[in-house]
């Protein structure tokens, strides 16, 4: 079956960097579109960013702009969220998902087919 498992969360002092890890089994993972979401407490899981299949193509909510940046490896079925100058507000937990081929808009919760369980970020002040 279809596994998505993340790594790389942490708990880390605002300014400071994690990245985090997505290793998938199961799938033709570079026939899929990746993308990462979060959830802070209380709140809607959220867009995050995304990658096209060939990883030619990256999307960030504006609020990662600039200082999150998502990657991939095809030959390692993984893709990677590199994030820099955390803030507290970015304390949530991160999900990995795939959609297979891609999305006319990467940014929507219902366009992922595959969900990871997800790994906590948290960022003290």
């Known amino acids: 079956q279809v596994q998505l498992v993340e790594s790389g969360g942490g708990l880390v002092q605002a300014g400071g960097s994690l990245r985090l890890s997505c290793a998938a089994s199961g799938l033709s993972f570079s026939s899929y579109a990746m993308g990462w979401f979060r959830r802070a407490p209380g709140a809607e899981r959220e867009f995050v960013s995304a990658?096209?299949?060939?990883?030619?193509?990256?999307y960030y909510a504006d609020s990662v702009k600039g200082r999150f940046t998502i990657s991939r490896d095809n030959a390692k079925s993984t893709v990677y969220l590199q994030m820099n100058s955390l803030k507290p507000e970015d304390t949530a937990v991160y999900y990995c998902a795939a959609v297979f081929g891609g999305s006319a808009d990467p940014s929507l919760r219902h366009e992922y087919r595959y969900w990871g369980q997800g790994t906590q970020v948290t960022v003290s002040s």
């Open positions: 990658i096209s299949w060939r990883g030619g193509n990256t």
